[in-house]
């Protein structure tokens, strides 16, 4: 059986918390490893980050939702919100090679994303942002 935990987030950073302790619990919950339930952690703290600072063009009240899904041995992520279109898989990389002081600012959650997830993938629907994540239990 599915365990499901969705969490509908306000567009404020302080929110991030309750994700934070969310992913604690649902990682303690199964068994799985630390450096797994840190690794989902940065990865889910940095997506919604952008989303919350960038994503928002008003002042208003929007919702961020989060649905962690366990299907066997693959954690599966939703992150849905109606905040500007943006596809993070159409950002550039990051230039990785050039020092820091020399590199562009940005860029480098988008690339811990990809790095971090077995499986990333975006759509746009219904005005809404769909972000889709697959991590695969070790």
Do not use: C, W
């Not at 339930?37 to 928002?56: P, W």
């Not at 480098?108 to 990809?114: N, S």
Request: net charge negative; proline share 4%.
């Amino acid at each position: 059986m599915d365990d499901v935990v969705v969490l509908r987030l306000s567009n404020h950073l302080p929110d991030l918390d309750r994700l934070a302790e969310a992913v604690e619990a649902f990682g303690e919950r199964h068994g799985f490893p630390r450096k797994m339930i840190y690794q989902v952690r940065l990865v889910l703290d940095e997506l919604l980050t952008n989303v919350i600072s960038y994503g928002f063009s008003d002042d208003k009240q929007h919702e961020i939702e989060v649905e962690m899904r366990l299907a066997g041995s693959k954690l599966l992520f939703r992150i849905e919100d109606d905040a500007a279109p943006f596809d993070p898989l159409q950002a550039n990389s990051p230039d990785l090679t050039s020092s820091v002081e020399d590199r562009a600012i940005g860029g480098l959650g988008i690339h811990l994303v990809r790095k971090l997830m077995d499986l990333v993938r975006y759509e746009r629907r219904e005005g809404k942002n769909r972000l889709f994540l697959e991590k695969t239990i070790s």
